[in-house]
């Protein structure tokens, strides 16, 4: 849901061939509001998705506008903007994500319980970040940068017989119903079924498996690296296709490119769930604004109670969704009344709004896309 060139959405207003988003805002620019106009070069800079992953999505961080540029000219076959691609997924149903470096100390008792990734990393740089962890973070990340890249440059030959040693002694360990948690077995196990021999089953041991529960958000700045295991979500991020991979894909994988750019700053899981807060103005919105212009999401809990909603106007373009209720809306902009229901989307102008008359019992959950100058 956006005008990236990748995947231009289609306006559905009768018209035979369809109309692209891009073309109808690049028809209709002050749509987009005046400052989001200016900022973005007329462009809408954010793009609206929801996921549903079953099968883990690769190991991968999107690089900052000035690394944006410089991969796009030298491969603009795998990155095809020069634009950065910090992101946001807010969960729907339970939802399992890899997202940033674990605390040493996890990463330690990791490199000491599995000797098949210790073998792979090597025991000088193994033994570098055990003694770190005591030490300023610059040398923190500097060993972690060290063990992190030892492990991805691993020749194939070694880390498939690795991997295989440690699929079978788990998997043994788990037939005896033997605690595997000390080599996260479950997850590893879990992985490995899906990306048979994959280098990035190993990096459950250097990046935190993060959880969240319907409503909670994960914020994944550039050079964050970063996987979803499983679940339901919607998803914001700059207008950007730029992904670099190392791993669970069988897509263009470019480890050189990602081990020297990420951000090897350790951090507890719980340090990665983003916190949304209630509107001053409206207690059914809750807002979840991250620290880049590109776009902020709103999640909107309408109760059953309520039978007349507005949503408001904004100075910025946005892209409602439906995920939940059923309702009919009325705007000036639009030539007649709306059936706004389950997967509904519908983008609205800047400062335009759209009453709503709710029709069911249920009340009503919506997500928002904008972007808030």
């Known amino acids: 849901m956006g005008a990236h060139p990748s995947g231009d959405a289609e306006v559905l207003d009768g018209r035979d061939p369809p109309q692209t988003l891009g073309s109808w805002l690049a028809e209709h620019p002050a749509c987009l509001g005046p400052k989001v106009c200016d900022a973005f070069g007329g462009c809408l800079p954010f793009l609206f998705k929801v996921l549903s992953v079953r099968t883990a999505l690769s190991i991968q961080a999107h690089p900052n506008k000035e690394l944006a540029a410089k991969l796009h000219a030298q491969f603009p076959q795998h990155y095809p903007d020069t634009n950065h691609k910090p992101e946001m997924a807010i969960a729907l149903t339970p939802f399992e994500g890899l997202c940033g470096f674990r605390p040493v100390e996890e990463i330690a008792a990791f490199l000491r319980a599995v000797p098949e990734l210790r073998a792979l990393v090597g025991e000088v740089a193994a033994e570098q970040l055990e003694r770190s962890a005591s030490h300023d973070p610059r040398g923190v990340s500097a060993a972690l940068r060290v063990c992190f890249t030892c492990l991805m440059k691993s020749e194939k030959e070694t880390f498939s017989q690795q991997l295989s040693l440690l699929v079978e002694r788990i998997s043994q360990q788990a037939a005896k119903g033997q605690d595997t948690s000390a080599s996260n077995g479950d997850l590893l196990l879990r992985l490995h079924a899906q990306f048979p021999g994959d280098i990035g089953c190993f990096s459950i041991y250097f990046l935190n498996v993060v959880r969240l529960e319907p409503g909670e958000a994960m ?30 894909t069988p897509k263009f994988i470019d480890v050189l490119t990602l081990c020297e750019m990420l951000n090897y700053t350790p951090a507890p899981s719980s340090s990665k769930i983003f916190p949304a807060v209630q509107s001053p103005l409206d207690p059914c919105v809750f807002i979840y604004d991250p620290p880049v212009p590109d776009f902020t999401l709103m999640r909107i809990e309408i109760p059953s109670s309520i039978k007349l909603y507005l949503i408001s106007a904004l100075d910025s373009a946005s892209i409602l969704l439906v995920i939940q209720g059923t309702a009919m809306g009325t705007s000036t902009a639009a030539a007649s009344e709306m059936t706004l229901r389950r997967g509904s989307v519908i983008f609205i102008s800047a400062n335009e709004s759209i009453s709503m008359h709710l029709s069911s019992s249920e009340g009503m959950l919506l997500f928002r896309a904008c972007c808030l100058l």
Not at 226 to 233: S, T, W
């Open 219 to 248: 914020f994944l700045a550039a050079n964050e690296p970063h996987a979803y295991l499983q679940g339901d979500c919607v998803e914001c991020m700059a207008c950007s296709d730029n992904t670099v991979r190392a791993g669970l």
